[in-house]
């Protein structure tokens, strides 16, 4: 384990029962028995350490979003493949049972043909002094809490935007405080996204199809370790019936995910391309809020 000063490692390290810790981070890189290294740093922070980690020969897990932009994430990953090591963004709702038994139960037709994805990221944030309000730092709603929702869509649909609308209420930094992005896919298919700093919690997701809809109305990306569930209506049903599934930790389950691949038991769950995906239609969607118009994902501007 790294950090910024010995005296905080050495705290870090007694509180967690962590057998080593180190007083930088380019002591963690230089050493040789660190074969893997997780960044939980800043956004702006992420491309950097990440190259240096990879250039010292270690595998990365990174934390979400992988990158600031989709340049900044092609950089990564065509690094991580000179280097011949692995390189995974940590969208830890992935690995939790609960989304893995919902993403099954679409591929299964449950809900028929979706028509609509909707989720909601939203939390009251207290300190005005959080790296969130910095733009320089790669702050801003869309980046720290729509990526899970643009990823979800993604995921579900198994597909990607053509275009996306975006639109934000900026704060006196410059970065997004509130952000709703609507995405459309090849087949008609519609996501919203909403994504806040400012507003009531919100951590909700439904998918909804021409035969009923899946709905979790609250702790969607982030239940903790405590049992779960989700709602499942019919076509013409407004009460339907409720699925718990068993608490899990979903970021013990990612990490141990991620060990395994890097140890060659297991392709990753999340690849690299994906995160490029995720990042590109981000980026489309910040250029939309700004611009005021529809934007292909691919850049140019378009026409609903």
């Known amino acids: 384990m790294g950090c910024r000063s010995e005296e ?18 380019e002591e963690v890189l230089e050493n040789p028995a660190v074969d893997a290294v997780y960044i939980p740093l800043p956004n702006h922070l992420h491309c950097e350490w990440t190259l240096k980690a ?27 493949k000179a280097r011949g090591k692995l390189l995974m963004e940590g969208l830890m709702y992935r690995f939790h049972p609960r989304s893995r038994r919902i993403k099954s139960l679409v591929a299964e037709g449950l809900v028929g043909e979706i028509r609509l994805v909707r989720s909601a990221f939203c939390f009251p944030h207290p300190d005005p002094q959080d790296i969130r309000f910095r733009p320089e730092m790669g ?18 649909l198994g597909a990607e935007p053509e275009f996306v ?46 035969r009923g809809a899946i709905e979790l109305p609250h702790d969607a990306f982030i239940p903790w370790e405590k049992d779960c ?28 995910h991620f060990a395994d691949a890097a140890l060659g038991q297991m392709p990753l769950e999340v690849e690299p391309e994906d995160s490029i995906r995720n990042m590109r239609v981000l980026d489309a969607l910040a250029e939309s809020a700004r611009k005021g118009h529809p934007v292909y994902v691919g850049g140019q501007a378009c026409i609903f």
């Not at 905080?8 to 981070?25: D, M, R, T, W």
């Not at 209506?233 to 930790?249: L, M, Q």
């Open 139 to 156: 702050g801003g709603a869309l980046l720290d809490v729509g990526c899970y929702g643009v990823s979800l869509a993604r995921w579900i």
């Open 229 to 256: 569930w989700f709602r499942i209506r019919g076509v013409d049903e407004e009460e339907g019936k409720v699925e718990t599934v068993p608490g899990a930790d979903e970021y013990q389950r990612m990490v141990e």
């Open 165 to 210: 609308q975006g639109s934000a209420q900026y704060g006196p930094t410059g970065v997004d405080l509130t952000f709703v992005g609507i995405l459309r896919f090849p087949r008609g298919e519609m996501a919203i996204v909403e994504a806040s700093f400012v507003t009531a919690l919100q951590q909700t997701f439904s998918v909804v199809g021409t």
């Open 8 to 25: 905080q490692a050495q705290s870090l390290a007694l509180e967690h029962e962590i057998p080593g810790a180190c007083p930088g981070y």
């Open 54 to 80: 990879l250039r010292a020969g270690k595998h990365v897990l990174c934390e979400k979003p992988l990158a600031r932009n989709g340049e900044e994430a092609q950089r990564m990953v065509e690094e991580a």
